[in-house]
């Protein structure tokens, strides 16, 4: 009975991993310009922006030493790179987002710095909170303005 069994949880297995493994030998359509239409660094700005600074702050970090030092650097990169896309680009409101994008890109920051800084996993604990906090002090101090639509304050119900 037990070697029934097994054959029975083999068979089955087998059956799974053939099942889920079909699609990748399935034949790919071709890639038309069509297909990456909506895909443009115009479109996406403040992503690419802060993919972008993330890739470079990896690219310093394994210059520098690799290891952890690159997930610094990507903390440190992609956190500057946010915080430096919401200062200069004002009016984006990231759609609605854009307070809570600056508390997390101040503790994303302030955790790559803390723990840069310090070298412990007690620097990127104290790092995130000083970044949280002075994030959020920021945003409390300095509300962020949205401007509304014509079409959005004259509504009729």
């Known amino acids: 009975m037990f070697a029934a069994r097994k054959i029975w949880i083999v068979l089955l297995s087998i059956s799974l991993i053939s099942t889920m ?10 890639t038309t310009a069509k297909d990456l239409k909506g895909v ?14 993330a890739a470079v702050g990896a690219g310093v970090g394994a210059i520098v030493g690799g290891g952890n030092d690159i997930t610094k650097g990507l903390l440190v990169g992609s956190g500057a790179a946010s915080l430096a896309y919401m200062h200069s680009n004002r009016r984006d409101n990231l759609s609605g987002w854009k307070n809570w994008a600056y508390v997390a890109s101040g503790t994303t920051l302030g955790s790559g710095l803390g723990w840069t800084v310090c070298g412990c996993n007690s620097g990127l604990g104290g790092g995130a909170l000083v970044g949280l906090g002075a994030s959020a002090l ?4 300095n509300p962020q303005r949205t401007t509304t639509t014509r079409s959005a304050t004259n509504q009729q119900p």
Do not use: N
């Open 21 to 30: 493994s079909l699609p990748a030998l399935a034949a790919d359509p071709q």
């Open 40 to 53: 443009s660094p115009k479109r996406f700005k403040y992503l690419f922006t802060v993919v972008g600074g």
């Open 138 to 141: 920021w945003v409390a101090a």
